[in-house]
T-cell receptor, first 115, second 113 residues
Framework: DAGVTQSPTHLIKTRGQHVTLRCSPI?????VSWYQQVLGQGPQFIFQ???????GRGNFPDRFSARQFPNYSSELNVNALLLGDSALYLC??????????????FGPGTRLTVL | AQSVSQHNHHVILSEAASLELGCNYS??????LFWYVQYPGQHLQLLLK??????LVKGIKGFEAEFIKSKFSFNLRKPSVQWSDTAEYFC???????????FGTGTRLLVSP
């Protein structure tokens, strides 16, 4: 069984540009969460989506947005990129995404570098 | 706001030494607790978790952790480390009722053979 997959693996952008990162959850999982991991720090929660609806949002500016598709895959979009957006972006999927906690399985991440 | 503190940022041990990594969290409500490991070049993997019951939990690869509610702590232990335990270890908290994980800053463990 394939785990969580993310694309692209690496990405280089310049300040002010826009980026779209993609995530495919484990088959059968309906919830996707996004995390940002800046070098030397732990992952920080950005969004959680369950059944195509946003169920949670972390402390990130409106430049960050996401959506979930009918097949439960997800996209994270970041507009007007800043140098500080350089990080590893992690996607995690879980079977369910409401009420009690469901174990999250993490993908390999997308390494974004903003120059 | 919830936060997680890992006081040891870098730890260097020789093989067969004992390991204890500290983790303290700040949150007034009920939490679920986790330790994740990230081996070089690999993605985050769950080592162990605590939801309720026996505060001493055992995970994979000989790791265990103890939840001490009065100290808001969830320290990770292993009696005898191996070179293959070289990795970064993250403590994480899930506030009950939410799906998000709040991570600590991580501890880089280097085990020398």
């Amino acid at each position: 069984d394939a785990g969580v997959t993310q694309s692209p693996t690496h990405l280089i952008k310049t300040r002010g540009q826009h980026v779209t990162l993609r995530c495919s959850p484990i088959s059968g999982h309906k919830s996707v969460s996004w995390y940002q991991q800046v070098l030397g720090q732990g992952p920080q929660f950005i969004f959680q989506y369950y059944e195509k609806e946003e169920r949670g949002r972390g402390n990130f500016p409106d430049r960050f947005s996401a959506r979930q598709f009918p097949n439960y895959s997800s996209e994270l979009n970041v507009n007007a990129l800043l140098l500080g957006d350089s990080a590893l972006y992690l996607c995690a999927s879980s079977f369910l995404g409401q009420s009690s906690y469901n174990e999250q399985f993490f993908g390999p991440g997308t390494r974004l570098t903003v120059l | 706001a919830q936060s997680v503190s890992q006081h040891n940022h870098h730890v260097i041990l020789s093989e067969a030494a004992s390991l204890e990594l500290g983790c303290n969290y700040s949150y007034g409500g009920t939490v679920n607790l986790f330790w994740y490991v990230q081996y070089p070049g690999q993605h985050l993997q769950l080592l162990l978790k605590y939801f309720s019951g026996d505060p001493l939990v055992k995970g994979i690869k000989g790791f265990e952790a103890e939840f001490i509610k009065s100290k808001f702590s969830f320290n990770l232990r292993k009696p005898s480390v191996q070179w293959s335990d070289t990795a970064e270890y993250f403590c994480a908290v899930n506030p009950e009722g939410f799906q998000k994980l709040v991570f600590g800053t991580g501890t880089r463990l280097l085990v020398s053979p």
